[in-house]
């Protein structure tokens, strides 16, 4: 079953949505865990200089990060994370990770499900300066290291020079230690795979293939600001569903005739941004039926 479905009208596509969510509720760990953490650890042997990167005089943040998300799983997370002195186990597979190998970020981006992504203040606003990024929704670690927000964001539509990145600019600077924010953005895929660092633009053959063939992906954002060094943890917690599951979901109705609203309301260059220019009315047909 779906665990988070902003899709259904409960988060709105291209606006901040950032609400508060209590401390135990920071992270978001589930049974896909094994399988997440075992693609991580392959990405970062393959690939790590596509998913880890972080600037000189990161360190002491990044160890502010990995305190952060140690001290969480003790406390809130015991049946998935047996935590020690120096190594953390993972309950249901026994797989043990070191706390002092390094570099702390990525030590602790192999704890969680989550991508982790350090933002700095600087004289342009706040920069990315830092980043374990194993699951990108069609961005790259290498494109966006050392930008802005206005950088990163560029290829948003309605992001920079709007109510939108303004409001996000505020939140960032206001930001208080303890606070945590959380967010919801959504998207369509055409495939299962979790690395996705190119953009995409789903075809498909026929309208039946919408729901056999596609994946809704889910990013659960959160904020953090470290009470050391001021800046501010980002991270980003994939989940990728089949939407041939939809059928299955008791409230399947509900969600498909609101994410059939959220998809008719895109405009032009929100459907480019989103991929689904081709493909966005057959979606909506097949949500269609469904709904009904």
């Not at 997370?77 to 190594?87: E, K, L, N, P, Y």
């Not at 041939?244 to 979901?249: F, G, P, S, T, Y």
Request: aromatic share 6%.
């Amino acid at each position: 079953m779906f665990r988070h479905t902003p899709y259904d009208g409960t988060s709105q596509p291209f606006t901040v949505g950032l609400k508060p969510v209590a401390e135990e509720d920071w992270l978001d760990v589930d049974s896909g865990l094994a399988r997440q953490l075992a693609e991580k650890e392959r990405l970062f042997k393959e690939a790590r200089d596509a998913v880890f990167r972080a600037e000189p005089q990161t360190e002491a943040a990044q160890r502010e990060v990995l305190d952060l998300v140690v001290g969480h799983l003790q406390r809130h997370c015991g049946a998935s994370h047996q935590v020690g002195t120096d190594v953390v186990m993972l309950a249901d597979t026994g797989r043990q990770v070191s706390l002092n190998e390094g570099p702390d970020l990525l030590t602790a981006a192999r704890l969680v499900q989550e991508d982790l992504v350090l933002m700095r203040p600087g004289p342009d606003g706040y920069r990315l300066v830092a980043a374990a990024l194993c699951f990108p929704s069609s961005w790259s670690l290498a494109e966006k290291f050392g930008l802005s927000m206005t950088g990163i964001h560029d290829s948003v539509p309605g992001f920079n020079g709007s109510r939108m990145g303004q409001m996000v600019a505020r939140i960032f600077d206001n930001l208080k230690t303890g606070q945590v924010l959380c967010r919801f953005n959504w998207s369509v895929y055409p495939d299962g795979e979790l690395h996705h660092p190119e953009p995409r633009q789903i075809q498909l053959a026929t309208e039946e293939d919408a729901l056999a063939r596609l994946f809704l992906r889910v990013e659960r954002q959160t904020l953090i600001r470290l009470p050391g060094s001021g800046d501010i943890l980002f991270t980003i917690r994939i989940h990728h569903d089949p939407l041939a599951v939809l059928e299955r979901q008791p409230d399947r109705r509900e969600i498909a005739a609101g994410l059939r609203g959220q998809l008719l309301a895109l405009d032009p260059a929100q459907l480019a941004y989103k991929g689904l220019v081709t493909t966005r009315d057959g979606l909506a047909d097949a949500l269609a039926a469904v709904a009904d």
